[in-house]
C-alpha cells in the first residue's frame, strides 16, 4: 500500500518476487535437513565399519573367557548345552587378556557346515559364530586364524576363503597360548620290602589353584594323566581303578572308573590296552581323567581326591603319592601365537 | 526472475549437498585413526606378550633384556612377534613390514629420570604410533645395566617403542 510522501525503497514491505524466492529457498533447505540423514547413511564407509567389528571381535577372543567361562566343557550335541554358549572368548581367565587356553582353542576351531552339525560336537559354521562371537544383525563373512610362534605346531583356521578382490576389515593380535602339561609319572621298581598293594595319588584341587591362571594345572578344566611305570621285574595284577573324594568323613564316596560309558569320563590302559580287570601289568597302567569329569561327579576348586589303583600284589611301599606341582614334570608353559580375524 | 533464481539455487544446493554427502571416498580423520589403532594395538600386544613369563617363576623375557641391556634379543623377538602372520591371505605377503625404534627411562643414582636408546631402527618421519610399557626391574645388578641406573632397589623403567609400517 502506497503511504503518501515516503518513497517506494523506504516503505518495509517486500516484493512478491522476494517473498516466492524466499519460500523455494526455504523449503529446499527444509528438505535437504530431512534428507540429510538418510544420505549420512552412504557415510558408513565398509573400511571403517568392518575395521570395528573385526576389533570388536579380537577383543571378544582374546580378552574375554567367554559365556560361561569354561564353555569348552559343554558337549554340543545336546541342545541346551549348545544354548548355554552364549560367547565365544579364549583366554584363561577375565584377568588375564591374551593368554588363550588351548583347550578352548581346539573347541573354538573345531566347526562343521551347518548340514548335520547341531548332532555334533562342534560349532556349526558361519551360525554359531556369528550369533556368540561376531553379533550384529548384518550377516558378515568373516576368517578367524591362528598361527604359533613356538615348538608346537597350531595352525587353526575357521571361516570362508579370503576374497581377492574385496577389501575387508583386519586386525592381528599378538597372544600366548597355554600348553597345558599334566603327566604325573610314577615309577615302581621291585624291590624286597614292597608292602603296599594299592597305589593311591591325592589330588588336592586347591594346591593346584594356588597359582596364578596361566600357569595352572586346572583339575576341572583339563586332561589329567597319571602313568605307573612298572620296572623291569616288577608285574602285578590291577583288580580296582577308582576316584574317592577326600578327606573322608564316615563312608567314602568312591566312583568306579566304568561308571560313565561316554566322555568325560576316567580312562585306564594297561600296557597300552583297554583296561578288563583283573588283567595282568607289566609295563605300565595310564590312567586318563577326561577334562569336565570331575565337575560332572560333583567336584569344585576347593575339594580333593583320591585315586586309587588296587593291585593282586604289593607293588610299592609307598602309602600316598601327591600329585602336585612338584611331582608333575613338566609343567604348563606359554607360547607365543598370532590370531588375525578378518570381516567382510 | 528472482522466482526462477531462487528455483535454481535450491536445486543447486540439494544437489550440491547429495553430491558432497553420498561421496564415499572422503578420507575421514577416522580413516587414518583405525590404522593407528591397530598398529598401537599390535605393539601393545606384543610388549605385553614379551612381558609375561612362559613359565612360573621367573620374570618375563623383557624384564630380563632390560636388565642385562639385551636390545638384539629385544629386536629380535618384537619384530618377530609384530611382522609374523597366520599366512592364511595367500595372496599377501606372508610377513609384515613393520620397524621401530625403542627407548626407556630409567631412575639414575642422582635420582633423576634418564633416558637411554634401546635399539631400533632410524626414524624418518614416516606415519608412527608410539606404544609405552612399564617394566618392572628387580633389584638386580647385571653387567648390563647402563652404569647410572640406580640398581640396589626395585624400579619400575618406562619402554617406549616407536612403530611404523615401511
Not at chain 1, 93 to 122: A, E, M, R, V
Request: aromatic fraction near 10%; proline fraction near 7%; glycine fraction near 6%.
Amino acid at each position: 500500500m502506497r503511504v503518501p510522501g515516503k518513497i517506494d525503497h523506504e516503505e518495509g514491505l517486500l516484493s512478491l518476487d522476494f517473498i516466492i524466492g524466499f519460500t523455494i529457498f526455504m523449503i529446499a533447505l527444509i528438505f535437504v535437513a530431512i534428507m540429510i540423514s538418510g544420505l549420512l547413511v552412504h557415510l558408513q564407509s565398509r573400511t571403517i565399519d568392518y575395521d570395528a567389528v573385526a576389533y570388536r571381535t579380537s577383543v571378544v577372543l582374546v580378552e574375554d573367557p567367554g559365556e560361561p567361562k569354561d564353555w569348552h566343557l559343554n558337549n554340543l550335541t545336546i541342545p541346551a548345552e549348545r544354548d548355554s554358549v552364549k560367547r565365544l572368548g579364549l583366554t584363561v581367565d577375565k584377568n588375564y587378556p591374551d593368554i588363550l587356553k588351548l583347550n578352548k582353542i581346539n573347541k573354538f576351531f573345531n566347526n562343521s557346515t551347518p548340514l548335520g552339525c547341531y548332532s555334533l560336537d562342534s560349532f556349526c559354521n558361519p551360525d554359531d559364530y556369528r550369533s556368540r562371537l561376531i553379533f550384529g544383525d548384518y550377516p558378515y563373512r568373516f576368517n578367524i586364524s591362528l598361527k604359533g610362534l613356538g615348538q608346537t605346531p597350531l595352525d587353526k583356521t575357521v571361516g570362508d576363503p579370503i576374497p581377492a578382490h574385496t577389501s575387508y576389515g583386519f586386525v592381528k593380535r599378538i597372544v600366548k597360548v597355554q600348553m597345558p602339561n599334566s603327566t604325573m609319572k610314577i615309577p615302581l621298581t621291585p624291590e624286597p620290602d614292597l608292602n603296599q598293594n594299592e597305589t593311591v595319588i591325592r589330588i588336592d584341587f586347591s594346591d593346584l589353584y594356588a597359582r596364578p591362571a596361566p600357569y595352572r594345572i586346572d583339575p576341572l578344566g583339563e586332561n589329567l594323566t597319571i602313568v605307573l611305570n612298572f620296572g623291569v621285574g616288577l608285574t602285578a595284577n590291577i583288580t580296582r581303578a577308582q576316584i574317592c573324594t577326600y578327606p573322608l568323613v564316615g563312608v567314602p564316596g568312591c566312583v568306579l572308573e566304568d561308571a560313565y560309558e561316554n566322555a568325560p569320563r576316567m580312562n585306564v590302559s594297561v600296557d597300552g590296552n583297554s583296561y578288563i580287570p583283573p588283567q595282568l601289568v607289566t609295563n605300565n597302567v595310564t590312567v586318563i581323567i577326561d577334562d569336565g569329569y570331575f565337575q560332572r561327579v560333583g567336584f569344585d576348586r576347593f575339594d580333593a581326591v583320591d585315586i586309587k589303583l588296587k593291585f593282586v600284589q604289593n607293588v610299592t611301599n609307598q602309602s600316598l603319592f601327591y600329585y602336585n606341582y612338584t611331582t608333575v614334570n613338566p609343567l604348563p608353559v606359554l607360547e607365543p601365537a598370532v590370531i588375525e580375524v578378518r570381516v567382510w | 526472475m528472482y522466482t526462477i533464481e531462487g528455483v535454481a539455487a535450491g536445486i543447486l544446493m540439494i544437489v550440491t549437498a547429495y553430491l558432497v554427502v553420498s561421496t564415499t571416498t572422503v578420507l575421514t580423520p577416522q580413516d587414518v585413526h583405525i590404522i593407528d589403532m591397530q598398529l598401537q594395538q599390535l605393539g601393545n600386544d606384543a610388549l605385553a606378550m614379551m612381558d609375561t613369563p612362559d613359565n612360573y617363576g621367573p620374570y618375563s623375557p623383557l624384564t630380563y633384556m632390560i636388565m642385562t641391556n639385551n636390545s638384539s634379543s629385544f629386536r629380535q623377538e618384537f619384530l618377530s612377534f609384530v611382522n609374523n602372520a597366520t599366512n592364511i591371505d595367500t595372496s599377501g605377503n606372508d610377513r609384515d613390514r613393520l620397524n621401530y625404534t625403542a627407548s626407556f627411562t630409567y631412575w639414575n643414582v642422582t635420582n633423576q629420570p634418564n633416558t637411554i636408546s634401546f635399539g631400533g631402527s632410524t626414524y624418518y618421519r614416516e606415519n608412527a604410533v608410539k606404544v609405552t610399557r612399564w617394566v618392572y626391574l628387580p633389584p638386580f645388578n647385571p653387567t648390563g645395566y647402563p652404569a647410572d641406573m640406580n640398581s640396589n632397589t626395585n624400579q619400575t623403567v618406562l619402554l617406549e617403542v616407536l612403530l611404523w609400517r615401511e
